[in-house]
């Protein structure tokens, strides 16, 4: 048992200190310019969270590469930096930490996960499509080992750029289907080389990354890994293998372990519905009986002797808050959707003001433009995500303009609007 609160700080392996135990987690921003760079938008937004009373707040996906991205708008980092580069990542870092929040930067490759009108071609482990309908994603290539060496350097690179200008640390991204995911991940790595085949092999990869990035920010700059507990697929990454790579990861020196799960075909991080942790010893619970998607497996993570635990994904309340620092070993909360609507919510929480979170895909799921979130038809269903993600960033996008969030938007038409922006935005990339 853990005897702290919310507000109490926490020094990790490292030595560095956060000043509380809440984050603001990653969420995908959007606001590059047409060349990946970061711009005042960043400071807008980072800023009013700052402000806000977060601990530590995860950028969004930083990728390492511009031929394959999550989204247009992603910033990149790679190859040499000019000065203005470099001089837009400082002034973004230290418009975040004005009011002493620390930031830490999330570094990711989106892999077979780049959408087509980003990458016809995009690449994975092995040459395995991402199985959803409506064509988004283009047939995927398997990476050569040279490509493997290249990835693990340009990591490193971007995680001692992100050190250079003033970022308090880094978080590498090995969830959601990404593709240090898809490496851990059986069903898409069918590698019979050094990196696939058996856990060991399959988890090289990110191993040789976090040893690469160790090495050019040195011992006392915090380092993360997001893992997912589990893929939610059968004959994928599972929670037995979660907890093996979780323990080699405390050996590795990893200072921070968010625990998450799913990819874009079983979207779990959105708190899809209908999808059940199964544990080793065949029990079961359904996610909508707790508040906190992940905690169940952070708190069997413990066995494994990990790293500190960060848990996103669901909390609303300070008892649930509370009662998993408390209770459950976990030592980081991570909130993510109610900072879209509300940038002061953690001086709230922590001052005692509020008491919970308003749960906004709640009000969405029965708002207007929802088009039934009990839906049998599988395509409407994850139209009925993707809409209510891209009301969550499309508030983002707001606040990085200097607007206030618009709560009155509606789901599909936000749906509508993110992908159209999003189209327009990747050919303006490509020009």
Same mark, same amino acid.
């Given at each position: 048992?853990?005897? !702290?609160?919310?507000?109490?700080?926490?020094?990790?392996?490292?030595?560095?200190?956060?000043?509380?135990?809440?984050?603001?987690?990653? %969420?995908?921003?959007?606001?590059?310019?047409?060349?990946?760079?970061?711009?005042?938008?960043? /400071?807008?937004?980072?800023?009013?969270?700052?402000?806000?009373?977060?601990? %530590?707040?995860? !950028?969004?996906?930083?990728?390492?590469?511009?031929?394959?991205?999550?989204?247009?708008?992603?910033?990149?980092?790679?190859?040499?930096?000019? *000065?203005?580069?470099? =001089?837009?990542?400082?002034?973004?870092?230290?418009?975040?930490?004005?009011?002493?929040?620390?930031?830490?930067?999330?570094?990711?490759?989106?892999?077979? @996960? !780049?959408?087509? &009108?980003?990458?016809? /071609? #995009?690449?994975?482990?092995?040459?395995?499509?991402?199985?959803?309908?409506?064509?988004?994603?283009?047939?995927?290539?398997?990476? !050569?080992?040279?490509?493997?060496?290249?990835?693990?350097?340009?990591?490193?690179?971007?995680?001692?750029?992100?050190?250079?200008?003033?970022?308090?640390?880094?978080?590498?991204?090995?969830?959601?289907?990404?593709?240090?995911?898809?490496?851990?991940?059986?069903?898409?790595?069918?590698?019979?080389?050094?990196?696939?085949?058996?856990?060991?092999?399959?988890?090289? +990869?990110?191993?040789?990354?976090?040893?690469?990035?160790?090495?050019?920010?040195?011992?006392?700059?915090?380092?993360?890994?997001? $893992?997912?507990?589990?893929?939610? @697929?059968?004959?994928?990454?599972?929670?037995?293998?979660?907890?093996?790579?979780?323990?080699?990861?405390? /050996?590795?020196?990893? *200072? +921070?372990?968010?625990?998450?799960?799913?990819? &874009?075909?079983?979207?779990?991080? %959105?708190?899809?519905?209908?999808? /059940?942790?199964?544990?080793?010893?065949?029990?079961?619970?359904?996610?909508?009986?707790?508040?906190?998607?992940?905690?169940? &497996?952070?708190?069997?993570?413990?066995?494994?002797?990990?790293? #500190?635990?960060?848990?996103?994904?669901?909390?609303?309340?300070?008892?649930?808050?509370?009662?998993?620092?408390?209770?459950?070993?976990?030592?980081?909360?991570?909130?993510?959707?109610?900072?879209?609507? *509300?940038?002061?919510?953690? @001086?709230?929480? $922590? =001052?005692?003001?509020?008491?919970?979170?308003?749960?906004?895909?709640?009000?969405?799921?029965?708002?207007?433009?929802? +088009?039934?979130?009990?839906?049998?038809?599988?395509?409407?269903?994850?139209?009925?995500?993707?809409?209510?993600?891209?009301?969550?960033?499309?508030?983002? $996008?707001?606040?990085?303009?200097?607007?206030?969030?618009?709560?009155?938007?509606?789901?599909?038409?936000?749906?509508?609007?993110?992908?159209?922006?999003?189209?327009?935005?990747?050919?303006?990339?490509?020009?």
């Amino acid at each position: 048992m853990h005897d !702290t609160s919310l507000s109490s700080s926490l020094t990790l392996p490292c030595g560095a200190v956060l000043k509380n135990r809440l984050c603001k987690a990653a %969420m995908t921003e959007g606001l590059a310019d047409a060349q990946n760079c970061a711009t005042s938008g960043h /400071e807008r937004l980072y800023r009013r969270w700052g402000a806000g009373g977060i601990g %530590m707040m995860l !950028t969004g996906n930083v990728q390492i590469d511009r031929r394959y991205l999550e989204r247009p708008g992603n910033v990149v980092i790679e190859g040499p930096q000019s *000065d203005a580069q470099l =001089s837009a990542l400082s002034r973004w870092s230290a418009a975040a930490k004005e009011d002493g929040s620390a930031i830490w930067m999330q570094i990711s490759h989106a892999g077979r @996960q !780049t959408m087509k &009108y980003v990458a016809s /071609e #995009p690449v994975g482990p092995s040459a395995v499509p991402v199985k959803l309908p409506g064509g988004m994603f283009g047939a995927p290539r398997a990476l !050569t080992a040279d490509e493997i060496d290249d990835i693990i350097t340009r990591f490193a690179h971007t995680a001692q750029i992100a050190k250079e200008t003033g970022f308090d640390g880094v978080q590498v991204h090995a969830a959601h289907g990404y593709l240090l995911s898809e490496f851990l991940n059986p069903l898409t790595n069918r590698r019979t080389d050094d990196w696939g085949g058996s856990l060991e092999n399959r988890a090289r +990869l990110l191993r040789a990354v976090i040893a690469a990035v160790r090495k050019v920010v040195g011992a006392d700059f915090p380092i993360s890994v997001k $893992l997912n507990s589990s893929d939610f @697929q059968k004959g994928g990454f599972d929670f037995a293998d979660s907890q093996t790579v979780a323990g080699w990861l405390r /050996e590795d020196g990893v *200072d +921070l372990l968010e625990i998450s799960g799913g990819n &874009y075909e079983q979207p779990v991080m %959105m708190g899809a519905e209908g999808l /059940e942790p199964v544990f080793e010893d065949g029990k079961t619970e359904s996610t909508k009986a707790r508040e906190a998607y992940f905690l169940d &497996y952070a708190r069997q993570m413990q066995a494994a002797d990990t790293p #500190p635990l960060m848990v996103t994904g669901g909390f609303r309340t300070v008892d649930a808050m509370q009662g998993a620092i408390t209770d459950d070993g976990v030592d980081v909360i991570g909130l993510g959707r109610p900072l879209c609507v *509300d940038t002061d919510a953690p @001086q709230k929480l $922590l =001052s005692g003001e509020d008491q919970h979170l308003t749960s906004w895909e709640n009000i969405l799921r029965i708002g207007p433009g929802w +088009l039934g979130p009990h839906s049998s038809n599988d395509s409407i269903r994850m139209m009925n995500g993707w809409g209510v993600q891209a009301w969550f960033c499309l508030q983002l $996008l707001r606040m990085g303009a200097g607007k206030a969030p618009n709560p009155r938007l509606g789901v599909f038409r936000s749906f509508l609007k993110y992908q159209s922006g999003e189209k327009k935005k990747a050919k303006t990339m490509k020009a």
